[in-house]
């Protein structure tokens, strides 16, 4: 089985993991402990930046489907060549960092562009802006799917109102992106996957949601070395496993 039939297979059973290194990653020794994790975690995918050498780094170091993500069509068609088995526009925290939004327009700017450059036989996700109105998120979810868009992606985290810390913390951050899935998966037939702000306590959430897969990234990137990290992506895996279980148990 291809590495992109395994990835549309574990949306369909709904247990699907993609590991963010970072758009603006480029720390070759950090993208290397988290592809590391990604793999020796059971994760379903890694995420990383468009550049060809950290590319080839993880394609020398796991199996698993790569997503190379940008809002560069450029970027995304260099990584098409170079064999990247996802093309995601998206993640887009070092627009946001740098006290930039991105619009729906843009959006479908950039899927436009890069659907030219590349084809539609690429697997194509794209992140649907967080920050933008619901109504529009919709129309822009429908509007990507019309383009051919494979698998959309939601998001929060950056415009989360997080006050608490512990587990409380957790839910803050995730709620939006969880909220925005909720919505969007009512609205499109394309899988929709939960990222900004996931960890081991809202994983499960998101799923319960409606979420096909989700993205973790700086629950897993910033730790401080790979055993952390492995383990981390273990435990997220472990308790989406146990919260399947336990609905198939009630079911």
Avoid at 55 to 73: C, M, R
Avoid at 107 to 113: A, C, D, G, M, S
Avoid at 156 to 169: F, K, L, P
């Amino acid at each position: 089985m291809s590495k992109v039939n395994k990835l549309r297979e574990a949306l369909a059973s709904k247990d699907f993991v993609k590991v963010i290194a970072g758009i603006n990653n480029f720390d070759l020794n950090k993208v290397k402990d988290v592809v590391i994790a990604a793999n020796k975690g059971n994760a379903s995918a890694v995420d990383i930046a468009a550049r060809q050498d950290i590319i080839e780094l993880a394609q020398s170091l796991t199996d698993l489907p790569i997503f190379v993500s940008s809002v560069d069509p450029q970027e995304l068609r260099m990584a098409a060549d170079c064999g990247a088995d996802v093309l995601e526009i998206g993640n887009f925290d070092k627009l946001y960092h740098d006290g930039l939004r991105i619009s729906a327009k843009e959006v479908i700017n950039i899927t436009e562009q890069t659907i030219a450059l590349v084809g539609n036989d690429v697997f194509l996700s794209v992140t649907v802006p967080g920050h933008i109105d619901i109504s529009e998120q919709i129309q822009l979810a429908q509007d990507l799917e019309a383009l051919g868009v494979d698998l959309i992606q939601t998001e929060g985290a950056a415009i989360a109102n997080v006050q608490s810390a512990g587990a409380r913390g957790l839910l803050e951050t995730a709620q939006i992106s969880i909220a925005n899935t909720i919505e969007l998966v009512k609205n499109v037939e394309i899988p929709v996957m939960t990222a900004s702000g996931i960890s081991t306590i809202t994983a499960p959430l998101a799923f319960a949601a409606g979420a096909s897969g989700i993205g973790v990234g700086s629950c897993v990137n910033k730790l401080n070395s790979t055993i952390e990290m492995i383990a981390t992506v273990k435990s997220i895996v472990d308790a989406i496993k146990v919260e399947k279980a336990e609905i198939h148990t009630r079911n």
